[in-house]
């Protein structure tokens, strides 16, 4: 029962808040709003997906937020050239980081906080270097090939919404399938155990790295098509909405457990709460962050709390 309170406490929370919420507001389950719950969830989706890969290993990545506006601004950049730099420009750049990162916490073995920290203040400073301090916004064309991906439609859903369900399903599969998935797994469980028993720990903890940055790069690069700009004041505090998400969703903070699916579960049900705290109307935004902010603190505590448990029924005799 605590593994599953763990691992779908946050989807059986988010299926009783959308119920209230259809029930309480008439436009809330109308296809428009849940379309734009669903396409606004996406970029910070893909930004999580890469946050559980980080976290599942046992690190952190307080860098994707200033890496997610720079990609966007990269990409503006890049449409002037087509698509293909559009996309490849912010996937390079970010990557890149993402890089620096693993080279810095594996190798050099310095703490994954103090390292993305210093990497979200850089990825700002490259963005605001390349803005003129923020003064210049970089435009998409409406009618290129490359806004199309973030504005388009398919089967009536938006373009990005059908990538991140796509990426998700790999990245479920990679996490739970592969054996980069299970090394993943083993290095955020315990570090000097994955290493007797073979696992390459340095390569596994660049190859997270690497990967959020260009999950961040990429969302940053759909939300500049979708908005048909690169701008510029995006990102600030996309770092914590992420944590947050894939905490609520059950990976475990310390490490070693963790899942996908609840990662997205965590995102949308983040979106939904915002969403209805939108169509209260008398409520101010920042309300947005105090719900937010509580329902992590309730998350960790009930984590805390069933880990407590499990270990104990596990070590008592029988």
Known sequence: MSALAQRHGALVALVLTALIASVSFDSFATAGNLENVAVSAAFLAIVALGMTFVIVSGGIDLSVGSVFVLGGVLAAWGSRHGPVVALLLPLVVCGAIGLVNGVLIARVRLAPFIVTLAAMLGARGIMLNITDEGADTFLVA??????????????????????????????????????????????????DAASLMGTSVVRTKVSVYVLSGLLAGLAGALNAAWLASGVTILGQGMELEAISAVVIGGTLLTGGMGFVSGSLVGVLLLKVIQNVINQIGSLDSAYQQVVSGAFLVLVVVVQTWLGRRRKARLSSPH
């Open 142 to 191: 409406k009618d290129s090939l490359f806004a199309d991906l973030g504005r388009g439609r398919l089967l009536g859903l938006g373009v990005p919404v059908w990538i991140t369900l796509a990426l998700f399903l790999l990245g479920g599969l990679v996490l739970r399938r592969t054996r980069f998935g299970q090394n993943v797994y083993a290095v955020g469980g315990n570090e």
